[in-house]
Structures are given as C-alpha cells and as structure tokens.
C-alpha cells in the first residue's frame, strides 16, 4: 500500500525540479493527477516511478508550494545535475531501509519541514536570505578606462526611500541620479533598469582665505527625504557645506505672455492693445535640479556624516568634534548637540567618524568613535548631549592586542535597522550587530577579510589601513553587506549564520549572468577556485554599498563605476 503526504508551503523558484525515485509503490496516472503532479517525467516499469515538482517563483519565505511523497517501504533519491539536490543522507536510515513505519515517515517529514532543513537539502531557497539568492549581474555604469580621473571616482551611493531613484556623488562635486525604468509587462520576470534621470553639479571647488584652506567639491554623503509631492529632495554635502536640492519634472511650458515675447524679451507696454490668456503647451520631459537651500558655516572640520530625523523636520550633521541640529527650513543657525573638543588640543584622544538619527524616536541619535565606541544620546536629557544616555564597547581581547589595534578598531560606519531594535557597525576588520538594549558586546560579529589581520603592516604602509568602508542592511533586516577589496564585497544572512563572497567585475558583464562565489585563501595550499590573499588588489576596493528598501537588488561603487545587481527571477 503506498502512503501520500501533503505538505503546503511557500513556493520554490521554478527552476527547483526534485527528482523524487519510489521503490515498489504501485501508483497510477489517476492517482498521481489526484495528488496534484504538475509533471511526470517517465513512469518506469511497476517497482520505479520518476516524477517531478515543479513550482512557481514567489519571493518569501522558500519551500516546496506542494510536496507528494509516495512511499511504500522504502525511500531512494537520485541527485538531477542543474537541479537542488535530495541527497539520500539526510533521509534517516531507519527509514531508508526495510520496515519503515507510517509513523517514522510522518515524524520525519513533520522535522523536514522546518527552514533549516530545507536549507540544507535546497541552498538556493527564496529571496529572503543573502545566501539563498543568486545574484546576478544587471548593469554597470561609468567609463571602461584604466585611467580613471580623480574627480570620477564615486564617493556616495544611496537610493531613495521607494527604491525608484538611486543617486550617486563623485569627487568632482557631481550628483548623479538614476532612475529605474516600468517593468517589461511582456517579461513578467524582468526588473526595470536604472537610467540616468538627471545630472548636476552641487559643489563647486572653494578656498577658505581666513584659513588658507582647500575645500573640496568631493560628495561625502547624499541623503534622500521621504516625497510629500511631486518633487523629490536631497541632501548633499561636502567637507563644510550642506544644499538641499529640489528635483522636479517638467513636460509643459506656459505660452501666449502679454509682455514677454516667446523668446522671454519683453515688450513695451505701450505696444499691448489686446489681453491673451496664458496657455499651458506639452513639451519633452525635462528634468530640474534646483538648490532650495544652503547650510553652511557650521562646522571647522570636515563633515563625516549627516542624518534625517523621523520628524523630517530636523536632521544632524557631524564633523570630527562637533555634531549640530539644523532645520530643514532655517539655514543661518544650527544646535550644538555634542562638543567633544577638549580645551587643549593635545589632550584630544578620539574623534567622531559617524552619526545617524534612530529610525523611529526623534530624540534619539548615536555617534560613533575613532575608538570603536558607540554612544547612544536622548535630547530629552539634556540640550547638550555630552553625556550620553548608553556606551555601547566591546572589551578588547588581549590576545589579539597589537600596534594596530586602535586603528583597526576606529568603526568607519553605524547604522540602524529599520527595525530600530537593532544598529550595525564596520570597523576595519568586522561588522557587528548590536542590540540597543545590551550595551556590553554586541550580539553578532561577522568577520568581513580576517585573513587581513597578517598584513596589517604592509596595509598602514600603503594607508589602506585607514580606508572607510560603509555597510547596509536588507529590507527585512535579515542581511548585511558591505565592502572589502579586489571589487570584492560579503554578505552576512544573519538567519542562518552563513556568508559569501561576490565579486563586481566586468568579466560577468552579461544581464542575467549568475555570480560565482568567491573564496580568498590565506595560507596553505591554494584550491582551484580560491584566490590568494597575496594577490588581491588593494587599488580595487568597495567602499560604498546600498540596498534597494524594498527589493533584492543592491548597487555597490567600484572607483568609478557603479554595478547593478538583483537576484535571479525564474
């Protein structure tokens, strides 16, 4: 007698086809119809039948939508080449061999069912995990050139809160925006590509004559406003100045003036002797950047960091010392919130390197130091928030204590999950996930390139060591990612506590090319596929990341170009 369980699911992508060999089970094609096959491959003679699932794409949590498991006494599985494979291994023996029970099965089948099971028979699983996805290229943007020019290289990458608009800025002061294009309604699979929706200068190279300073034009960071209209608004900022950008559409133009002419001279009055109405025609689409407002003067360093409040009223800006408060609408005054600069300057110890604003409570920000600390600040407590309300540090081991340890452990970037339960930090050598409410360490580290840690040396000789990677998170929290270097950048499924190594390259410059792996190899003998860690390029590196909020795709800055990549639709 054969046994037929049902198990409903999520499903699998449609390229999940499990080959599924039951011994000595005597099923017809009506039963088989009965149970929901979407497919038979073969039906071989009684003692064997070959079938297969085949499922539909969906992008939650990753399953089989429907699993018919047609037994007698015995399980056989066979591994499909191009499919997930069922191993036979992970099937108990004592139901693999003669005289499995009918409650054997079910109590295994009931254990096989949960995510990490699942995990371990299918590796490419859902989109909803960093290492259950294939990635795979989409577009890459900037010139092909070995020589690339200064004012080229990427300094900023950051999409909006819809994920439609992601913008980037270079040192030459530039801010590029693209735009990502209607899906194909043809190609229900394909994602629109990102385009160049607009392009402007928003700093201009300036010098300080009271100080016989060189400021600039260099985009430190960009941050997007939420869209209350029509118009989308940024910040921008450079060492000392902050703008706030207005980016609006245009596609009609205003005719019929009674003093203007059409080419905007204006006429004597005297010469009008009839009224016209003014008339809206249609024209080309033109796209309009526009400064709305200038923030400067504020700060003595250079700006590091700045942050919108959830009020979308306020946000901060941070230099090496100093964090202030602006308004959104009053640019000729800020708020001194934090002062770290010691009254002798000698006796300075650390400096600032990041601030961010807490997603949901608009008095609560963190700022990060050059000594791998994290303080938690609550403007409620106080106007000036030299005191901060938590200290989030980690002891430091002993055994690991160096000449480097210091720099090693300055955290170059924080941020909070959307959540806001929890903050992420980088420093040279890690990603750490702390959890606001423990202060004492934090509750995951990743080790992002510890194979590293022996050429620390030669890295502060080069200054490498002084490079400041940023980091991101996923929509749902889930996975991290940031950069390292060879074009180089890991991700961290915090789920299932594994990782992978991905590389940006234009050897893969294929649309829909699936990235392979990649593995470094420290020491010992190299694998095939690894790369050694003595030939990694450190002139390669990705500093900047970004994930779009909502969808599995991610952009990731290479000098000067930008790569696209999403995960891979059936």
Not at 345 to 367: D, G, Q, R, W
Request: hydrophobic content about 35%; some cysteine; overall charge neutral.
């Amino acid at each position: 007698m054969a046994f037929v369980f049902l198990i409903s699911a999520p499903p699998l992508p449609a390229k999940g086809l499990m080959k599924v060999v039951v011994s000595k089970a005597l099923l017809t094609w009506e039963l088989l119809r009965a149970a929901g096959w979407c497919s038979i491959f073969s039906v071989k003679p009684v003692h064997k039948v070959v079938f297969a699932l085949k499922t539909t794409f969906c992008k939650g949590f990753g399953a089989l939508s429907y699993v018919q498991i047609a037994l007698r006494w015995k399980i056989e599985a066979e591994e499909v080449p191009g499919d997930p494979e069922l191993s036979a291994s992970l099937i108990p023996p004592n139901i693999r061999e003669e005289g499995g029970n009918l409650g054997q099965v079910s109590g295994w089948l009931s254990k096989w069912t949960k995510r990490n099971m699942w995990l371990q028979i299918f590796p490419n699983l859902g989109a909803g995990g960093g290492n259950d996805i294939q990635w795979c290229f989409s577009q890459v943007k900037g010139a092909v050139d070995d020589d690339v020019a200064e004012a080229d290289i990427i300094s900023t990458v950051e999409f909006n809160h819809s994920g439609e608009l992601l913008a980037t800025g270079d040192k030459g002061g530039r801010v590029v925006i693209f735009q990502q294009e209607q899906e194909n309604k043809t190609q229900s699979h394909s994602r629109g590509e990102y385009n160049v929706y607009s392009t402007f200068q928003s700093h201009e190279p300036e010098f300080d004559y009271l100080k016989s300073l060189e400021i600039e034009e260099k985009i430190n960071k960009i941050r997007w406003l939420p869209q209350k209209n029509a118009a989308q608004f940024l910040l921008s900022t450079n060492d000392k100045t902050i703008k706030l950008w207005k980016i609006s559409e245009r596609d009609k133009r205003p005719e019929g003036y009674n003093l203007k002419e059409e080419d905007g001279r204006y006429r004597d009055p005297t010469t009008v002797t009839t009224l016209r109405v003014p008339v809206f025609r249609p024209m080309d689409l033109m796209v309009e950047a526009s400064p709305r407002r200038i923030f400067a003067n504020a700060h003595t360093y250079h700006i590091n960091s700045i942050s919108i409040n959830s009020d979308y009223e306020t946000y901060l800006s941070a230099d090496d010392l100093r964090i202030n408060l602006w308004h959104l609408e009053i640019t000729d005054r800020s708020f001194n919130i934090v002062d770290i600069k010691p009254a002798n300057m000698e006796e300075l110890t650390e400096v600032i390197t990041a601030a961010e604003f807490h997603p949901n409570s608009c008095n609560t920000f963190v700022y990060s130091s050059s000594k791998g600390t994290i303080r938690l600040c609550d403007m409620r407590a106080s106007a000036l928030c030299d005191r901060h309300s938590k200290l989030f540090e980690e002891p430091e081991d002993p055994s690991n204590r160096s000449f480097f340890s210091e720099i090693i452990s300055s955290i170059s970037d924080v941020k909070f999950s959307h959540s806001g339960r929890y903050m992420m930090t980088r420093d040279y050598l890690s990603v750490k996930i702390w959890d606001l409410n423990m202060e004492n360490r934090p509750v995951e580290t990743y080790q992002v390139h510890e194979y590293l840690r022996s050429k620390l040396c030669s890295l502060y000789e080069n200054d490498c060591i002084f490079d400041k990677f940023e980091c991101c998170w996923n929509g749902s929290d889930s996975i991290v990612m940031t950069g390292s270097y060879n074009n180089f950048f890991r991700m961290f499924d915090r789920n299932t506590k594994r990782d992978i190594t991905l590389e940006a390259s234009r050897e893969n410059n294929k649309p829909r090319t699936v990235l392979k792996p990649r593995k470094v190899c420290a020491s010992g003998k190299r694998k095939k596929d690894e790369i050694s860690v003595d030939s990694l390029d450190f002139n390669k590196k990705i500093l900047h990341t970004a994930w779009h909020p909502k969808e599995n795709i991610i952009a990731v800055a290479t000098t000067n170009n930008l790569y696209i990549f999403q995960d891979k639709m059936n």
